[in-house]
Each structure stands twice: as C-alpha cells, then as structure tokens.
C-alpha cells in the first residue's frame, strides 16, 4: 500500500443533508503516506446559512465562530489539490463525499471521482465482534487521541488513527482469508475490493507462515482450539468451614470489602449444596452474591467433578460473571477453575453449511458484509458463538442459514467433525467446573428428550424473579404467517434455485424423475390460503380491539370468543390450511424418500440439500401442529391471545399461547430432578417468600429461605418524594397526565442537571411525555433519550445517556431492572405509576380467573405482589453504590391514597418519604444533590 496517498477528511456542516440546505462549516484533512500521518490542515467555513441550535449543542460551532471565516468556494482549489491522485477516506464516506462533491459543483470544480474508502464498512469487516461501529466507541476501543468529538479537525484525525489500526488489522490476515474477501468485496459500497486485492498481490510475493494459533482446513482460515482436559472429582477439596478462612479467600482480591452479608450468603449456598435442600436467597444491591454462590460452587464442582449450572436471564449478567467474577476467583483460589457457556444449538455456527453459502453467488450487500464479517471472526472465535457478532437485521437473516440446526451427521457436516462448535460448547460443558446458561435454555433443556446439561445436579438461578417469566415464554408457542412464509421462502420455486429446486435437480440426475410443477402449485395454495386466514383473523383481532386506543393491541381468545359465527369463519379457514399444508408436507416427503435410501451415492453437498429439507419439513410440521392446537385444541392449562399493530396488521399479527401456572412445568422438570438454589435481589413481598414460591411450584418442596440486606445505608443516601399537586390516575386521560408528568421532569431537570431516568409502565404515556417535552422547546439543551423514539437497543441507550453532561433518559419494559448507572451520572429517578401489569393483559386476565376459581382475590394473590417487586426492582436502578446519592419521585398517588400504597413504601425499608408540590421537590432536589449540579 505504499504506492497509495490517503487523504481522510471530516466535514461538520449545519444539516443532514446538501439538497435540503445543509452545507459545510468546518473543513478537516489527514494525509497518510507509507502508513504514517504525514499532514493536516483544517479551517472553519461560513457556511452562509443559519446554524439550528442542537448542531451548535452538538458541534460548538457557532455563527460568531464562522462569521468571520472564508466561504468554500475560497478554499475550493486548495481542497481540489489535497484530493489530487488521493484514496479519500472517511467515516461514512457516501455522508462526506456527496457534501464535498456538492460544494465543489457549486464553486464550479469537477467531482472527486477517484477511489473512496469507509472505515464504517471496513470496520465492520475487520472489526465483526465490535459493539459499536460509531467513531467514539471505536475511539474508547482503540484509545485513540479523540478529544473533541463531532468537530472535524478532531474527528478526522481519529479516522486516520482508526484507518491505520485497520490496515494493519487487514495485513495480519492469511491469504487464503484475504482471497475470499476480495471475491465478496465486489458487492460493498466502497472500494475495498481495491485495497484488498493489492494486498492479495503483495502477500502472493512472500511465503506465508501461519501463526501457531491459526489452521488452515478446506480451504477455511479457523483459530485452533485446546481440547478440554477431563476433569476428575478431588475429594481432597473441601469449602473453608470457618469463617476467617472464607474470608482469606476474598482478602487476597485487591479492593475487596469485607461484608457480613456475602460472608452469610456463602455458607448458606455451601449449606445448600452439601444437604440438596432446595433454597431461596434474597440478596440486596451491594451484597456481593455473584461471588457467594460462585465460590462455594466451585468447591463443590471440583469435589464432585460434575459441574455445577449458573443460570441467569440476562446477557449482561453472563458477561458479568465470566468476565469479571470468574476471573476473580482465579486469582484467589490455590487451583484452576474451569467455566463454560452452552447456549441453544441456533447459536453456533455450522461449518459446513458456512462454505456452502460462502460459495453461493452474492447480490445482497447485508449478506456480503456478514459473510466477510464471519471469515474474519473465525479467526478469533474458540466458541463459534455467534452472540459474539456485531451482525445486520440482514445479516442475521443469513445466520439462520449457517447456524447449527440439526443432529444429521451428513457427509458435509461429518467433514467438519473435528472442527464443530457446537459438539467443542458439550465438550468444553462437560469438563467444566461452573457451567453458565441462561433460564430459556435450562427450561428448554429440562424438557428435552436428550438433555445436555447434567442430570440430577445443582443448579443456581439468579435473576430469579425473571424465571416464572422465562419459562411461560419458553413453554409457550406461536403462530404468525410471517413464519410460514419463512418456511415457504426457504423451499422456494425451481426458478429461485433453492431446496425445491435442488431436490428436482438431484431427483432429475439420480432417479430419472422429471420436473414436476405440482408442488409449486401446492406451495402457493399454502401461501393464498394462509394469507386469506391472516387477513380473516386480522379483521375480527381488528374489530374486537377497535376501542383500544394504542396501535398494538391483544386479544385473549376465551370460551365466548369461540363461540361466535366470526371464529367458525376462522375455524373453516385453519381447516384449509391444515389440509393443504399437510398435503405439501406429504409430497415433499414422498419425493424425498427415494433419495434417502440413495443417501450413500450422493456427494456432500447435495446430502446436506435433503437433510435441510428434513428440518424444513418438521419445522413446517410444528407449525401446523401448532395451528390446530391453537384453533381446535387449546389446552384448558393454557391462556390463548392475539397481538399485532393495527399499523401493519398483516405483518405482525400472531397467536401465542402460554402456560397459566407455569410453575407445575417447574415443579416437575427441574425441582424433581435437581437440586436447585434461587437467587436474586427482589423475591420477597412484605417479608415473605410465598409469592415466588408459588409462582414457581416450589410451595410443594421443603426450603431453606434468606434474607440478606443490602449493605447501602439508604436513609442517608436517599428520599422518596410524593407530589401532592398531582392528578390522581384514574381521574384524567392519559394526555392531561402526560402534560402532569412532563411539568415535573422539566423542573426537576434543571434542579438536577439532567442526570435522570423516568420509568414509565405503558409507551403510550411516555411517547405523549417526551413529545410534550420536545413541544415546550424547555430543555432544548438537554439531550432526551426515549425508549421507542430514539434509535437504539437498552444497552445503546444507556450508554448515550452516561455519555451526556445533561440528558435525560424516558424508558419502560427493560429499563426497570437490568441496567447499572452507578455514581453521578443518575440522580434522580422518576416513577411514574406503580408497575401493575394491565388488568386486560390476556396472561393475567386468565391468571386472575383461575385464581378466582380456586377461591382467592386474584389482586393481593398475584396483581399485588408481582408489582411490588416490579417497584423494588425499578428503585434499585438509582442507588448501585455506596457513595451514589439519589431521590426517587413516585409520581402516582395511590401510593399514599390507597390502602395498598403502604405496601410498596415498606418494601423499601429506612427510606424517608415526603409529600411535596412541585416547589417544594424542587428544593429538595437541590438541597439533597448539592455539589452534582
């Protein structure tokens, strides 16, 4: 690459667009010659147009910065020069190109037309597992000199820094790797294809030596993978019986405090494991309780040597524990300790069905990009994990193509024996001393015919208050035509080339059998009679909701419902579509009989071809097992509903069922088989485990149960205030409370200087709060983050929010638990209801009325306690460390005007609550967040 001049520019400009008036007001250029940075030049531009207030914010540029500055067409020629015989480079480049090209036309210069490159697009290819593609998270990853973001002088030499590290990211790659980037690179945006293919020239010129942890196989560049070492039960091993020693144990970590709560939490998780009680454990925030459960698990794994199952729910807490807690352990430890993560078959890549797609001709550039992403990341992964990924909404469509879907032991699959993740995940698994999962594998596992996990073992749940939900979602089923045109799409016609097509053609080659058209024309009576059902449904789902004022809506489908003359129409249509499906599944499988008993003739490829089929077949199989289940069948233990969004009906509409009580599934598959410890910071409601003991079955076993308390000193770090000038919930409309609430978040933000997260119970209010919000032009300063509104997962979003010297985050669902903002950066929390679920929610509608059957208030036995722990689990987001200081508003007053409300104000023990009007929060605002302001 040492021919090539590179010139990396960044352009700030008042608009997101040239055609709608934007234009350039700051102008920055990095030379690179033979890999060094060799030049910069940058200069403000008056861009002769207004600069709007949240680019200022954004940016620092004023128009008293620009006023005196020269306009583009002053600069044009210098700029013109820079870009001569230059690869110019930037991030996003079609952004900065198309503004440049503008501008250059505008002051009567030709176009740059030369080669462009986008570090956007190389970083995704060369960096596959990064979280973030945007520059400052790729600046933090690389340590990078960045220290003015969006100003262009700053940005663009940190594009230069990025584009070097990427570069020699690039030339450290094998050249078997590298060719077949440079066949997919055809099909991406910018020109990569050029750089890729000088350096396939330069590498052909020297003899390649292959790092000792790279392989080469079929023509495949993989990382190798150590065979794990089977681990032999130690009886030698014992937990530390006195206490001091427990605690040497922890002393040896740097930083580590010693808690009396995690120190009881240990020998109560020994105690467990050594009688095979079951036991719940509340542990509250600050406790400690990763390493409580870990520690003495791992003595236990050792001593026995059968590893012992962590299940949590959340992503985040996986990553925790094995990035963080684990490693701790090691250190303080006097032997190795060995962790695994297995995870559902779908997660892991299949090697064979990786290189049939990878030679498949590609159009479609989210496939290109994933398929140059995986090449790249099998030269880093040991799992084959594909979680790991940073992939497209496209480019996991084509992960559903080369993911693990089978037990067929085909030829192609058979090749890549030795090299298959998923069989290393049960290897590794099984020689672990700690196994880490999450609950809706260890609920699918728990009802498997062949389990994976160990049988008659121990198991930790922490997040414990989420398994009741896990396993009702996973137990549960669904049914939407977006799934069977999935499937109809995967077979396709004989013209798309796919497993219809390859079925005709080895049929035509192998057993003389012509084409047929008979099974097209059966596959698209499938699709017209499914989309007519759809279209049936979606009117009477439309008709009975019509008075929900929300887009997306449910339907609980009762006894009543399906009596009516409209479902015997919904009847009479599923019938169709359960015969004529059943037929094309019919003759799929008769033309594949002939070619199973030829099996042994065929070569790989096309072996793989029938067993795809196969799977494809069951699946469309389960999908009609499903339909009848749910139209004719529905079982009495099961609540049946209907959601979508009446905005696009046909494309989201589905029908779920889910078990009632899912705890009797519980009770039978897991606590009857294992020995099971139950962890998590809110289980109890009014000092009692009886409410999750219930939910999950657990009533039925003998337990042990703790309470270890939250060593944080809330009474000195925290208030709760309650508005007293506020409307009651039941006494306005959604609008006029929304207007309420934004009225508090508007004062309260400049009390504290932004730094809060409002957790709202229902989308609907929160977008009607952020859009009264954005209407008053109040906070035009602040940075609002909406749930829904701005782009972005929960993690994303947090991570904005932090970010921000003045932000405020509006979030439901998710944001109640799950997310960690310690110290200053949240300050306030804004609650505003109490977290009921919707009495009309199909799953508590069915649960309240068999509650009520067997003779209890389906309230105070379920609605009740569920929101408590809901409201525990959303006031543990404001004080996550010692130090962290913090009020918490409950905005609704049936805190204090119900005969419940106390409920909830005493199951956040020691914290002062007051009521105030608006003033008067306010003033306790600023006098208890003092020196946050």
């Not at 200022?56 to 002053?74: C, R």
């Not at 001091?244 to 120190?263: H, T, Y």
């Not at 790991?388 to 879907?405: A, F, K, T």
């Not at 209801?833 to 003779?855: C, I, T, Y």
Request: glycine share 6%; with cysteine; net charge negative.
């Amino acid at each position: 690459m040492n021919d090539l001049r590179f010139v990396v520019a960044d352009f700030e400009t008042t608009g997101h667009s040239y055609a709608s008036g934007g234009r350039i007001m700051q102008a920055a250029f990095v030379a690179i010659e033979k890999g060094t940075i060799t030049e910069q030049y940058d200069t403000y531009l008056n861009p002769k147009a207004p600069i709007p207030p949240f680019i200022q914010e954004l940016t620092g540029i004023d128009e008293e910065t620009v006023k005196d500055a020269p306009p583009f067409s002053a600069k044009a020629s210098l700029f013109n020069e820079w870009m001569d015989a230059s690869v110019f480079v930037a991030h996003n480049v079609t952004f900065d190109l198309t503004f440049l090209n503008s501008e250059f036309a505008a002051a009567g210069y030709p176009p740059f037309e030369g080669l462009v490159i986008d570090t956007v697009e190389l970083s995704k290819i060369v960096l596959p597992t990064s979280d973030s593609y945007k520059l400052g998270d790729l600046s933090e990853q690389f340590q990078l000199n960045h220290g003015q973001p969006h100003r262009a002088d700053s940005d663009a030499y940190a594009t230069a820094q990025l584009f070097l590290q990427l570069m020699e990211r690039l030339e450290q790659l094998p050249l078997v790797t590298i060719e077949q980037l440079v066949k997919l690179a055809v099909g991406l945006k910018s020109d990569i294809y050029a750089l890729l293919t000088r350096m396939a020239v330069q590498k052909k010129k020297r003899i390649e030596t292959l790092p000792a942890d790279w392989t080469v196989y079929r023509g495949l560049a993989l990382r190798k993978k150590e065979r794990p070492v089977k681990r032999e039960a130690d009886k030698s091993i014992s937990f530390p019986e006195e206490v001091e020693a427990s605690w040497a144990l922890l002393a040896g970590v740097p930083g580590m405090e010693r808690r009396s709560g995690q120190m009881e939490m240990m020998r109560a998780v020994q105690k467990s494991l050594k009688s095979g009680v079951h036991t719940v454990i509340e542990a509250g925030t600050g406790t400690g309780k990763s390493l409580a459960y870990l520690l003495p698990s791992v003595y236990k794994s050792r001593q026995s040597g059968t590893p012992v199952i962590i299940s949590t729910y959340t992503v985040l807490l996986q990553h925790q524990l094995l990035e963080r807690e684990l490693k701790k352990m090691q250190t303080m430890l006097p032997f190795d300790v060995k962790a695994a993560v297995l995870k559902g078959k779908r997660h892991y890549l299949d090697l064979s069905r990786f290189v049939r797609v990878l030679r498949e001709r590609e159009t479609n550039y989210d496939r290109t990009i994933a398929k140059m992403q995986i090449l790249v990341w099998l030269l880093e992964t040991i799992t084959g994990d594909g979680d790991e990924l940073n992939l497209s909404s496209g480019g996991l469509l084509l992960w559903g193509e080369v993911c693990q879907e089978d037990d067929y032991m085909n030829k192609a699959k058979q090749a890549w024996r030795a090299y298959d993740f998923f069989l290393y995940a049960k290897e590794v698994a099984a020689n672990a001393d700690i196994i880490v999962t999450n609950h809706s594998f260890l609920i699918a596992d728990m009802k498997a015919e062949r389990p994976l996990l160990p049988e008659n073992g121990h198991v930790i749940v922490d997040e414990a208050h989420q398994f009741e939900k896990a396993a009702r979602e996973r137990l549960g089923k669904e049914l939407s035509l977006s799934q069977l045109k999935f499937l109809l799409g995967k077979m396709g016609t004989p013209d798309e080339k796919r497993l219809l097509y390859q079925i005709m053609r080895i049929e035509k080659k192998h057993l003389s059998v012509p084409p047929s058209v008979a099974l097209t024309k059966r596959m698209s009576s499938v699709l017209v009679e499914a989309e007519e059902w759809f279209a049936l449904i979606g009117a009477f789902f439309g008709q009975k909701t019509k008075w929900m004022a929300q887009s997306k809506r449910q339907l609980a489908i009762d006894e009543e419902k399906r009596q009516t003359a409209e479902w015997q129409q919904i009847e009479w249509g599923a019938e169709r579509i359960y015969k004529d499906l059943s037929l094309f599944i019919e003759e799929v499988s008769k033309k594949t009989a002939p070619i199973e008993q030829i099996r042994g003739q065929l070569p790989a490829r096309d072996e793989l071809f029938i067993d795809d089929t196969a799977v494809l077949l069951e699946r469309c199989r389960q999908w009609n097992e499903c339909l009848f289940e749910l139209v004719f069948r529905p079982d009495d233990r099961e609540v049946v509903w209907m959601e979508g969004d009446v905005r696009s009906l046909l494309n989201t509409l589905t029908m779920r069922t889910q078990p009632v009580h899912a705890g009797v599934l519980i009770s039978h598959y897991l606590l009857e088989r294992k020995h099971v410890v139950f962890t998590s910071a809110t289980l109890t409601v009014e000092d009692s485990f009886q409410f999750f003991a219930n939910e999950i079955g657990l009533s039925a076993f003998s337990y042990e149960e703790y309470v270890f308390k939250s060593p944080f000193n809330y009474a000195d770090h925290c208030r709760i205030v309650i508005p007293n000038d506020v409307p009651e919930v039941k006494d306005v409309d959604s609008l006029a409370y929304a207007a309420a609430v934004a009225n508090y978040i508007i004062a309260a933000a400049e009390a504290a200087g932004g730094r809060m997260l409002v957790l709202f119970t229902s989308f609907d209010i929160l977008k009607k709060t952020y859009d009264y919000i954005r209407e008053t032009e109040l906070l035009a300063d602040y940075a609002i983050i909406a749930q829904g509104i701005t782009n972005g997962s929960v993690t994303r979003l947090t991570k904005n929010f932090r970010q921000y010297d003045k932000a405020i985050l509006l979030g439901t669902g998710a944001f109640w638990e799950g997310i960690d903002i310690p110290g200053e950066d949240l300050s306030v929390l804004f609650i505003v209801r109490l977290p009921f679920a919707p009495p009309d929610d199909p799953f508590v509608a069915a649960k309240s009325k068999q509650l009520k059957e067997d003779g209890e208030n389906p309230f105070s036995a379920y609605s009740l306690p569920q929101a408590i722990i809901r409201f525990r689990q959303g006031f543990g987001r404001l004080i996550r460390t010692e130090s962290d200081r913090g009020v918490a508003v409950v905005f609704d007053r049936r805190i204090v005007s119900s005969g419940y409300g106390k409920s909830f104000l005493q199951s956040i023990p020691g914290v002062p609550a007051v009521e105030e009007d608006i003033a008067g929060t306010m003033e306790l605002i600023e006098k208890w967040l003092p020196n946050e302001k």
